[in-house]
């Protein structure tokens, strides 16, 4: 099978994501049987006629990121950054397609194990070594001894091989449906090995690209500036600019403060900020210097995950009892003002595999809750509070600070929900959740992620995928019978074959109450009128290599 053309499919690989528009991150990164297997939001802005050169783009991101190292992050907001600084081999269209990058076409084995890359020539790192494929297979060979977000977008990578200067034949230990949805991430971006070799473990302040933008600086907490790549002209095929970027310069401010962030677009002291709060969406969308774009952001809802390995919430009637006492409608509907949508399942409704039948399957029912509690032996005491053989019944909720997306506000709601029905909850809101997470000091813990597959469930809920061991198996689940059909699902080729399997895993989550589904992300981005061009991709993710500044 080969690819050589922007709109040719490949076989076997044609369910591959067409869902829609951020990662992720936390994202990432969807498969398909076609273009209507998802809601596409266009959350895109058609550059001007002649978009203007020079300038400087000032863009406010909610948090810092991690690294800016790809292949260690999952964070969606170092995606943010360093998108702009490598490239991938290829890119997926909103249709669920895939179109050369810096690979300029590929074939794929009939078994689905080996496919062979053709590169791109005379393409340089910004360091000035070239991009060939030894520096592909300098990076794949990396990222497999890493652990986290890209390792788990590698799949079962056995082998990358150089068969020339620009051709690689990478081999993989059995089918991997996700392959290439997962290299056309920036997790997977292309790094400069010269770079590597250079700074060591602290590549990821360091990090070199053959991107549009050249990494210029890390103020800590302040910003990250980037310049022009002026030899840039191998841009992705969504881009209209076939040259290097029409800006200068382009520098992210980290602005955790709300208020702050779009105070400052609305002030002109920053030309576009990230994550805007329900309640400014209305008024920011009546300021004619203002634009106001929103991405679907697809791959798990944020959801509340129950610890399994916790007594007593390793019984599945008592999680029950707190799923039916959990009002998600109405914590959506206070906190996001009608701009956020209810989640039902731990995959977005946009993604492909989601089961539509999920939707209104759970609702909030007191009395039942009330019925199972104390069929289950936990009386209220005086108090109100409900306990069994002396132990009161807590429920340990950990959340990160400073409250993104309002999720402290969620664990307070539902600490208020639970007190009607006897549970006692504790809310550890804090940016250290590494400790309390290894140390099991959680019973419920809130997350979500960014990725264009429902192959985000075998990082989420095999049982080889826990926390310690470099996964975010959060919940502890361990299941044979889930951990069968989460690898059906990554390497069944035949689409109907996967939404079965994903339609299973979602069934038993609900059923047994181990997460309770919260909102789907829509990624809101406050622009002044005078910045053009700014696009989004497959995963929500913003794209600047089109922008131009209006003077």
């Known amino acids: 099978m080969r690819t050589k053309s922007a709109g040719n499919w490949i076989k076997g690989v044609s369910v591959a994501l067409a869902a829609s528009l951020l990662l992720a991150g936390c994202g990432a990164n969807k498969e398909a049987a076609g273009p209507e297997a ?49 490239d991938s081999l290829v890119y997926q269209q909103k249709d669920g397609s895939f179109q050369p990058w810096l690979a300029t076409e590929w074939t794929k084995s009939d078994d689905g194990k080996t496919y062979t890359f053709k590169l791109r020539q005379n393409v340089k790192f910004h360091d000035g070594t070239p991009f060939n494929a030894a520096a592909v297979k300098a990076n794949f060979d990396r990222i497999a001894k890493a652990t986290g977000q890209a390792r788990a977008l590698l799949g079962p990578f056995a082998s990358a091989d150089i068969v020339d200067d620009y051709s690689i034949k990478v081999t993989l230990s059995q089918p991997f449906e996700p392959f290439l949805s997962g290299l056309s991430s920036a997790f997977l971006g292309i790094n400069s090995p010269q770079a590597f070799q250079q700074y060591g473990d602290q590549y990821g302040k360091h990090p070199v690209g053959t991107g549009p933008f050249v990494f210029v600086k890390w103020s800590e907490n302040d910003e990250i500036a980037l310049k022009k790549n002026p030899d840039y002209n191998w841009g992705p095929p969504v881009a209209d600019n076939k040259g290097p970027s029409h800006l200068d310069k382009l520098t992210f401010k980290i602005v955790p403060e709300e208020a702050t962030r779009i105070g400052s677009v609305q002030g002109g002291q920053i030309l576009a900020a990230e994550t805007v709060p329900p309640q400014n969406i209305v008024t920011l969308k009546n300021d004619a210097k ?36 959990v009002d998600a409608d109405t914590i959506v509907k206070t906190l996001y003002l009608g701009t956020y949508e209810r989640a039902w399942s731990s995959l977005t409704s946009g993604l492909f595999g989601f089961d539509e039948s999920l939707k209104n399957k759970i609702k909030p029912d007191i009395a039942k809750a009330n019925q199972l509690l104390d069929e289950l032996g936990w009386k209220k005491g005086a108090d109100g509070v409900r306990e069994k053989n002396g132990k009161k019944l807590i429920l340990r909720i950990l959340d990160g600070s ?8 969620i664990a307070a709601m539902v600490q208020q929900q639970l007190k009607q029905v006897g549970v006692n909850v504790t809310l550890n809101i804090t940016k ?120």
């Open 38 to 86: 998802a809601k596409i939001s266009d959350a895109k802005t058609a550059p001007a006629a002649k978009p203007a050169e020079g300038g400087e783009l000032t863009y406010a991101l909610a948090t810092s990121p991690d690294t800016l190292d790809p292949g260690s992050s999952g964070f969606a907001v170092s995606h943010r950054v360093f998108r702009n600084i490598v």
């Open 290 to 325: 203002i634009a106001v774009d929103q991405a679907v952001t697809n791959g798990t809802a944020f959801s509340l995950y129950f610890n399994l390995h916790s007594e007593p919430w390793n019984d599945p009637k008592l999680r029950q009892a707190i799923q039916l006492s």
């Open 402 to 409: 400073p409250n993104r997306e309002k999720r402290n506000d």
């Open 432 to 551: 250290d959740t590494n400790t309390p997470l290894t140390k099991d000091e959680y019973d419920l813990w809130g997350n979500s992620q960014v990725k264009a597959d429902p192959d985000v469930m075998r990082n989420l809920f095999r049982s080889d995928r826990e926390f310690t061991k470099g996964g975010t198996n959060w919940s502890h689940l361990a299941d044979p019978e889930i951990d069968k059909l989460l690898d059906q699902g990554y390497s069944e080729s035949d689409p109907q074959k996967r939404k079965a399997a994903y339609s299973k895993i979602q069934q038993y989550l609900i059923d047994n109450a181990v997460i309770l589904p919260i909102y789907e992300f829509p990624y809101t981005v406050a622009r002044a009128k005078t910045v053009s061009g700014l696009k989004y991709d497959l995963l929500g993710y913003p794209l600047f290599y089109d922008v131009s500044i209006s003077k």
